[in-house]
Nanobody
Framework: QVQLVESGGGLVQAGGSLRLSCAAS????????MGWFRQAPGKEREFVAG????????YYADSVKGRFTISRDNAKNTVYLQMNTLKPEDTAVYYC?????????????????WGQGTQVTVSS
């Protein structure tokens, strides 16, 4: 199983940027698609972005498309989420997750390992 540790969250003004990182340990990182999810207070966890095991394919929720970019470095066992033009509605705890398959999935049931989450707060 993959262990995941997120970092890079914080407080930023609307219109600003943040870059989240997720460091993975375990031998299966390069064989797993990766995803970012988020959960705002009082709301269900939602898919944000996904990337295939090779990094060739990405997929985004409509709410972040054009503003967020997911990427990965398999040599460093790390996946990133670059978040630009942040909005107050992006405020949430962001979770990194390792998929059960090499190809992109967006249902949380298809992810087997989760990080502890990192808080992102966007002020207006």
């Amino acid at each position: 199983q993959v262990q995941l540790v997120e970092s890079g969250g914080g407080l930023v003004q609307a219109g600003g940027s943040l870059r989240l990182s997720c460091a993975a340990s375990g031998r299966t990182f390069s064989t797993s698609a990766m995803g970012w999810f988020r959960q705002a207070p009082g709301k269900e966890r939602e898919f944000v972005a996904g990337i295939s095991n090779s990094g060739d394919s990405t997929y985004y929720a409509d709410s972040v498309k054009g503003r967020f970019t997911i990427s990965r470095d398999n040599a460093k066992n790390t996946v990133y989420l670059q978040m630009n033009t942040l909005k107050p509605e992006d405020t949430a705890v962001y979770y990194c997750a390792a998929g059960k398959y090499p190809w992109i999935r967006y249902n949380s049931r298809d992810f087997g390992s989760w990080g502890q989450g990192t808080q992102v707060t966007v002020s207006s």
